[in-house]
Nanobody, 122 residues
């Protein structure tokens, strides 16, 4: 089970930290990814982290603004999002796939959270 939290409404330029709490899986055996889907658009990968937490991958839109991290003791993966812009508005999902890959390809991820909305607006 994956449960997202931390979404909400924020003004442009603001920050949010999303959390993905993972249970029921061997946390160290799964890579975790953050994805988002805006209205009328396809789901896209934002950032992925390897099962060890040692390797990370970012979409171009996230580089320099978002940071993914994991707390293996708590089985939580975070996505720190800074300098948010209206185009970041979307439902954000975390997902898990077995193995150590950081390739952020949504169809390859086996388990998904319910998603949490993020709205960036005045």
């Amino acid at each position: 089970q994956l449960v997202e939290s931390g979404g909400g409404l924020v003004q442009p330029g603001g920050s949010l930290r999303l959390s993905c709490e993972v249970s029921g899986y061997s946390f160290d055996s799964y890579s975790i990814g953050w994805f988002r889907q805006a209205p009328g658009k396809e789901r896209e990968g934002v950032s992925c982290i390897s099962s060890s937490g040692g390797r990370k991958n970012y979409a171009d839109s996230a580089k320099g603004r978002f940071t993914i991290s994991s707390d293996n003791a708590k089985n939580i993966v975070y996505l720190q999002m800074n300098t948010l812009q209206p185009e970041d508005t979307a439902v954000y999902f975390c997902a898990a796939r077995f193995g150590a890959t950081i390739f952020c390809n949504a169809p390859a991820f086996e388990y998904w959270g319910q998603g949490i909305p993020v709205t960036v607006s005045e």
